[in-house]
């Protein structure tokens, strides 16, 4: 059993910052959690759920859609089972619930089909 789970969403204004956090617990070893890409996905009213940012098992490299790139920053710490996603410069089109989700490899990817794990979402509005 693998539990992901987000916080740090919530009403913001435009211009402003937040950082998501997203836990692994369960069944979900500091061992598995540290072989594996993790990802930053999203999900507005009425529209199809979103690649946002992706990171490889280590750090080491990361991705991210085109429209967040220099706003966005995804991280992660494998001591404490946790991926993190830093918003900065948010803007009213950034404004869905946004997901975390864990690969089944170690090398990020945007393909929503390589992740079996996910999170219930936190809610991240934005103001204009």
């Known amino acids: 059993q693998v539990q992901l789970v987000e916080s740090g969403g919530r009403l913001v204004q435009a211009g402003g910052s937040l950082r998501l956090s997203c836990a692994a617990s369960?069944?979900?070893?500091?061992?598995?959690?540290?072989?594996?890409?993790m990802g930053w996905f999203r999900q507005a009213p009425e529209k199809d759920r979103e690649f946002v940012a992706a990171i490889s098992w280590n750090g080491g490299s990361t991705n991210y859609t085109d429209s967040v790139k220099g706003r966005f920053t995804i991280s992660r710490d494998n001591a404490k089972n946790t991926v993190y996603l830093q918003m900065n410069s948010l803007k009213p089109e950034d404004t869905a619930v946004y997901y975390c989700?864990?690969?089944?490899?170690?090398?990020?990817?945007?393909?929503?089909?390589?992740?079996?794990?996910w999170g219930q979402g936190t809610q991240v509005t934005v103001s204009s």
């Open positions: 989700a864990a690969a089944s490899q170690s090398t990020y990817t945007y393909n929503r089909n390589y992740y079996p794990y």
């Open positions: 369960g069944t979900f070893s500091k061992i598995v959690f540290s072989s594996i890409a």
